[in-house]
């Protein structure tokens, strides 16, 4: 993950009710604060997976399971 970086102002055209929407089911106390939250869960779990995929290249982590596809 980055290291934390000063906020920059962005202006984005977004659908209002889903912000509102994510606002209230994340709890924030902003509609910027929800955006970055969910900027950095997205970031966060790509960079899982990055090296999930990795481990799985590797043969280094196996789905006993099955039920895991591979990219």
Do not use: C, Q, Y
Request: hydrophobic share 40%.
């Amino acid at each position: 993950m980055a290291k934390t970086s000063r906020a920059v102002r962005k202006n984005v055209m977004l659908e209002e009710p889903k912000v509102k929407l994510l606002v209230k089911r994340l709890g924030a106390r902003s509609e910027s604060e929800a955006i970055r939250i969910v900027i950095d869960n997205f970031l966060f779990a790509d960079e899982v997976m990055t090296h999930v995929r990795r481990l799985r290249r590797r043969a280094t982590l196996r789905d006993s399971s099955g039920r895991a596809r591979s990219k």
